[in-house]
Structures are given as C-alpha cells and as structure tokens.
C-alpha cells in the first residue's frame, strides 16, 4: 500500500500568514489521485482539495493544491482563524486508500 | 442536501461484534458508492471499505477477514459488520459518500461520526 508521509507534524503561524502542508507518497500516486481534508476540533473531514489541485465545491480561493508523482502542496494563503485545525492528505489511485497522518496546524 | 447519519451502540465487548448503520437522507443510497473511514483516538484515518448497491464492496486487507458491509435500499441505508473486535477497534466511526463514479475516490460527504468503545 502507499504510504503518505506529512510534514511538518505541526505548523504555528500567525492570521494572516501563508501557511504550506506537505504530503509526500512512498510510491507514484496514479493520476495524481490525492485529495486533502481539514478536520476542527469534535468534526468530521472536509473536503479541500481533490485530484491534487480542484477545489471542492464551496471551498475558499485561498486554499490551493498542487505537485504530482509523490510530492504534493496544500497552500493555505491569509490564513484566517477558522483555518486552524488538523490537515490530511489521502491518496485513491491504488487500493487500499490510505491517509497521512496529519499536519496540526496551530495559531502562533 | 446529502446528509449521513451513523448509528450503532457506543459500547462493544471484546471479541464481540461492531454493528453500525449510515442512514442516507436528501438522496438515494443508489446512486453512489459509499464508505466507512474511522479514526481512533488522538490519531489519524483509516478507511474500511465501500459498498454499492449493487452489493460490489472492497475492504481494507488490514480489516478485510473480520468486515462486512451491506445495503438496504428500501430503507436508503448501509451497515458496517466488524467481528472479532479488540480494543484496538476503538475509534470514531464516520460513513461517507464517494465523490465520483468510482468506487475509490475522494470523499464529499460525511457523516458527524460514531464512537465506539470496545471495553468489558
């Protein structure tokens, strides 16, 4: 199975700043079939991002996805207050579907 | 809209069996494929496997000897079978709809989640 490994574990930033996930895959992720969620605090996962750059429906400009193969980007730019939560990336180009772990990101 | 609901009882013994139920309201339990994804505590995500109406599934080789998943339409609902449970089958359980037409996939919509203690 893939593995995908995120970085940082956790990220602290200011509102405002400009805020950068990484996902990397232990093996080409087929079709760049990657998808990243945000999950608050007592929530399920939203849907951000999927086929590594498309926004889901409703989700703000400010995030934005990219990176193909096995590197890929969440950026997050303005960070507002509500954007502090935990980040997954989860890839679906091979069975079985896997997650990262997660990148905290928290309010500096 | 789309919403999902999970239900099942909060406490499973050990060696014992998990039964949980996704009711699917603002759409049909037909048109898409659906999954269960769970997440223990202070940790991150696992997905479990899709179902189709069909009854086409998938499960995770990690969980696939103990899970059951299965479909009622008449009722616009999906069930998770897990047996053999440990403690290590603690966690929150979320259904989900799949996003596209294939049956792995991204996931638009979740469930709030269910929490399952496994515990004497």
């Known amino acids: 199975e893939i593995v995908l490994t995120q970085s940082p574990g956790t990220l602290s930033l200011s509102p405002g700043e400009r805020a950068t996930l990484s996902c990397r895959a232990s093996?080409?992720?087929?079709?760049?079939?990657l998808a990243w969620y945000q999950q608050r605090p007592g929530q399920a996962p939203r849907l951000l991002i999927f086929?590594?750059?498309n926004r889901a429906a409703g989700i703000p400009d400010r995030f934005s996805g990219s990176g193909s193969g096995t590197d890929f980007t969440l950026t997050i730019t303005r960070l507002e207050p509500e954007d502090f939560a935990v980040y997954y990336c989860?890839?679906?180009?091979?069975?079985?579907?896997?997650f990262g772990q997660g990148t905290r990101l928290e309010i500096k | 809209q789309v919403q999902l609901q999970e239900s099942g009882p909060g406490l499973v013994r050990p060696s014992e069996t998990l039964s949980l139920t996704c009711t699917v309201s603002?759409?049909?339990?037909?048109?898409?494929?659906w999954s269960w994804i769970r997440q223990p505590p202070g940790k991150g995500l696992e997905w479990i496997g899709y179902?189709?109406?069909?009854?086409?599934?998938n499960y995770n080789p990690s969980l696939k000897s103990r899970v059951t998943m299965s479909m009622d339409t008449s009722k616009n609902l999906f069930s998770l079978r897990l047996n053999s449970v440990t403690a290590a089958d603690t966690a929150m359980y979320y259904c989900?709809?799949?996003?596209?037409?294939?049956?792995?996939?991204?996931?638009?919509?979740w469930g709030q989640g269910t929490r399952v203690t496994v515990s004497s």
């Open positions: 603002g759409g049909s339990v037909s048109s898409f494929y």
């Open positions: 989900a709809r799949v996003a596209g037409w294939t049956p792995e996939d991204a996931f638009d919509i």
């Open positions: 179902i189709y109406y069909t009854g086409s599934s």
């Open positions: 989860q890839q679906y180009g091979s069975s079985p579907i896997t």
């Open positions: 093996q080409s992720v087929s079709n760049n079939f």
């Open positions: 086929g590594a750059s």
